[in-house]
């Protein structure tokens, strides 16, 4: 390393990442949860032995190859956060992660669970399920009343139920993120008390994202799934959860033209990806200019308004570039330059980068 | 082949990507035109191939990376189409290219054009410039009464000026389609005056998007560059230039989930790319399913709002997405699986995924 890398390119700031990483495993501790984050934001080895290190008690994993990558590596308990249909062409592997891992799956239906439980045959006793619960983002899982009647049908087709869990996407937006983690303990509760009133303890209660993660203060809760933590991002930066000065992950881009008066990065939407909530300030961040708004992005073109007060950088110039969606933007990249103090220092791996099956 | 593809893969059909490289190579030759596709949008050898032998005078290509994809299977006429930054990172690797293929290159500054003399040096003259001319969307390129100007000052740096060329990028709008045609007819005209004015003949006078190559009536082109147009996608359906029938690339995805009465597929964010126009009526659309209308994107989740007159698909069932965005998709792919009668027949390789340096 030493040699400057070409741009675009995705910089890990060493430093920050493991203060991150260092503050969210001190809030679980804290609030005596386990942390279980999600490897989707980083799909990276290094950084994944660095959160497990930290106290994490194992990862969450949203697709069975990115289960595989993980496993592969050493990785035992993985929680497969996602209502799978396991089609016969995923028995075997879904089999084989059985036997090798402490693998536990989420379920929202019983056609699911029904399909589940025929792929993996002689080895459903190796896995462990979690019924997933909508807290209010309604995207999958099912109502917290319904959550006992589910599980108990699940546990019918041989397959244990350790608990529930939910993600509250709904905190990703400044209107409702303090209301999602209100909703999602109200949500974890009744799901948990569902389960009981069916004869099923809820071992565990498993929720949290990013931005609701301080605020969460569901009692019956045991688990905690962050992801974007580990990095930051625009939308975290705007949302509040982290200041532009924590942000770890960061993309190295070159001003490459001042056509009409702007800034034009060579970092497009096939480096930083093509994210933009309704609510975000433009398509991603400057990290060193916070006034800066990139207003048009196209695959290799990022236009950024300058600001007056600010000296318009020359062509050549490098500048870092916080992506609105951390996760997208490292599912992009084959690898991490890592940095400390700036200057590049290694080089990891984005393992899982495109195990999205 | 013959084994069912897991979800979420994408498909190409490789008869309708006959089809549209056909139609599009005979517009080109009704038209008089030098059809130059841009391959940013397939990153693929074999698709590379049949638009050769189709006609096809040679490749227009986004990044260095690309470039050196294509010139090592052999494609010669290369047209880099963008405002490059020769860094010093970027020096050899040009002067490689500039030695192995014929090579044309974008510049809308001298300084630019500067940093390319130096880096090229010796190979300076196995190189050729198009000065990119902003024709209305306000990314990069000169205004093109300027176009002139420029251009005499690059020549100065001993790089050869072939002509001009433009992206109407603000044809991607149903609003101003017809007029983003209009506007590169006049902005071409007067930029190729503007080069003559200034002794230099314009060769090269190059345009074109898929959504404008219909209609651009610039009697001064000379080529024309569309991506998109091999496959099509949401964005060319609902802007109108191709039929659900005609798009040959999709994401194959199963539904894992009827969470809230939705449909949800395993087709996310990382399997068909974030991309959402404003005048998009969702994040992708279901080409053998018109009405369903994909509400919520995550990254592996499709929320699909299910019309009411059409039977809802069981858990398990495989439908077929066309993303927004087909470069951004395929992007995220490492492989096509290539269908014949809907048939998996063959796989290619993404060969320049991941090439945007």
């Known amino acids: 390393m030493g040699v400057t890398p070409l741009t675009p390119c995705l910089l890990v700031d060493v430093d920050r990442l493991e203060a991150n990483i260092a503050a969210m495993a001190e809030l679980a501790r804290n609030r005596e949860l386990a942390l279980r984050p999600h490897a989707k934001t980083h799909k990276c080895l290094e950084i994944a032995r660095l959160q497990v290190s930290s106290g994490a008690v194992g990862l969450t994993v949203a697709t069975v190859s990115e289960a595989e990558v993980f496993a592969a590596a050493g990785f035992e308990d993985l929680f497969l956060g996602y209502p799978v249909y396991a089609s016969r062409g995923l028995g075997p ?39 997933e619960v909508d807290s209010g983002q309604h995207r999958t899982g099912v109502v917290p009343q319904k959550t006992g009647p589910l599980a108990a049908e699940v546990a019918h087709l041989g397959l244990a139920v350790d608990g529930v869990f939910t993600f509250p996407g709904h905190s990703y937006s400044p209107a409702t993120r303090r209301t999602a983690a209100d909703d999602e303990a109200v949500a974890l509760a009744t799901a948990a008390a569902s389960l009981r009133a069916h004869g099923i303890e809820a071992r565990v209660v498993s929720g949290g994202s990013t931005p609701s993660a301080g605020w969460s203060e569901a009692e019956t809760l045991t688990e905690m799934r962050p992801g974007v933590y580990v990095f930051g991002d625009a939308q975290q930066w705007e949302l509040g959860t982290i200041g532009a000065a924590g942000i770890a992950l960061t993309c190295l881009a070159t001003v490459v033209s001042h056509a009409g008066g702007n800034v034009v990065l060579d970092s497009g939407s096939k480096a930083l990806g093509a994210d933009r909530a309704a609510w975000a300030s433009g398509h991603g961040r400057l990290v060193d200019h916070p006034d800066a708004r990139i207003h048009q992005l196209s695959e290799h073109h990022a236009v950024v308004t300058w600001p007056d007060h600010d000296p318009r950088p020359p062509l050549g110039t490098r500048l870092r570039v916080a992506p609105n969606h951390a996760c997208n933007a490292v599912n992009l990249a084959d690898r991490f330059v890592v940095v400390r103090n700036g200057l590049p220092v290694d080089e990891w791996a984005v393992a899982a980068r495109g195990a999205n099956v």
Chains 1, 2 share one sequence.
């Open 93 to 131: 592997r879904l089999r084989d992660l059985a036997e090798r891992t402490m693998l536990t799956i989420g379920v929202d239906s019983v056609e699911s669970a029904r399909a589940l439980a025929a792929q993996l045959a002689g080895s459903r006793d190796r896995v462990r399920m979690l019924v």
